[in-house]
């Protein structure tokens, strides 16, 4: 990944309904969430929701794949973590201690 790559992600992330959706396809795992769920889940418009899919989709970091009349979204984990792996690679000058393996945590109510 370049920068050019790794601004691209982050710009389409950098607005809060975005990230807000982000989150949710990370939590749903691979299979993802139709459109009406993530509207649902996240108290957001079917029109303004679709303007922010465009967004993640034509960044990478979701996809969408049809199923019968359903348009499922699901959150790109290889851009996901080729971006992480941007972020921090050579973090704390190669000292392990510093930067911790990410785990996986349940998303909470508030975040």
């Known amino acids: 990944m370049n920068t050019k790559q790794a601004v691209t ?3 389409a992330i950098a607005q809060e309904a975005r ?3 982000f989150r949710c396809l990370v939590q749903a795992g691979p299979a993802g969430l139709s459109a009406g769920v993530i509207s649902q889940t996240l108290n957001i418009p ?3 929701l ?3 899919l ?3 989709s034509h960044a990478g970091m979701v996809s969408a794949k049809q199923e019968s009349r359903f348009i499922y979204y699901s959150a790109n984990y290889q851009s996901m ?3 992480l792996t941007y ?10 201690a510093c930067c911790p393996d990410v785990q996986c945590q349940p ?3 508030n975040e």
């Open 54 to 56: 465009k967004e993640l």
């Open 19 to 21: 990230l807000d959706i």
């Open 9 to 11: 992600l982050l710009s």
């Open 46 to 48: 079917n029109s303004t």
């Open 50 to 52: 679709s303007f922010h």
């Open 107 to 109: 998303m909470k109510e």
């Open 81 to 83: 973590n080729a971006l």
């Open 87 to 96: 972020l921090t690679d050579n973090c704390c000058a190669g000292q392990a």
